[in-house]
């Protein structure tokens, strides 16, 4: 009886090694790491990005710098389709707000969108964080030092807050 159970684990230490050597092997395939560049027809780039990682939609709130005012209070608002809706204020020049639409697209690492308004030949950048955007400057980088929060957004509910 003993010579017989020991045949039956002799066996099944063999199947498990060899399935061991399966699974090994098998998830050792040569894979391309390869970044696809978004073209708002919902192609993603591939790994961890703002794009793919983030709850981007929605609404993005703050207080941007201005050369000839007091700041401009900002809410931009985006959709899953890649469009944008965009209300902003001059602080101490107008009280009536503005607003302009229009469409974005991400940038081919899937970190940073592009707003191009409707019927506008200039665009915005923002760089996508954790519930912030981060306004970019015109040559497209990060504003650093003591400035860096003067040019952000941030997301919170704020559809509940204008229902009531």
């Known amino acids: 009886m003993w ?3 020991f045949e039956i684990f002799k066996n099944m230490k063999n199947f498990y090694i060899l399935f061991a050597t399966i699974i090994l092997f098998g998830c050792t395939g040569t894979q391309k790491n390869s970044v696809q560049k978004s073209d708002n027809k919902g ?3 591939s790994g ?3 794009q793919n990682s983030l709850d981007w939609l929605g609404s993005y709130r703050g207080i941007l710098p201005c050369a000839d005012c007091d700041g401009v ?3 931009v608002t985006l959709a899953k389709d890649l469009t944008f809706k965009q209300k902003y204020r001059h602080i ?3 009280n009536e707000p503005q607003e302009m639409a229009g469409s974005f697209s991400w940038d081919r690492d ?3 969108i592009t707003l191009v308004p409707t019927g506008a030949n200039d665009s915005v950048q923002y760089f996508v964080g954790e519930n ?9 980088n990060k504003v650093g030092g003591n400035e860096a929060r003067q040019h952000m957004l941030t997301k919170a509910n704020y559809d509940i807050l204008e229902k009531y």
């Open 3 to 5: 010579f017989l159970l």
């Open 73 to 75: 209070e900002a809410t």
């Open 132 to 140: 912030s955007l981060a306004q970019l400057d015109d040559q497209g």
């Open 92 to 94: 101490g020049k107008s």
């Open 110 to 112: 899937g970190n940073i």
């Open 43 to 45: 192609q993603m780039p």
């Open 48 to 50: 961890h990005t703002s």
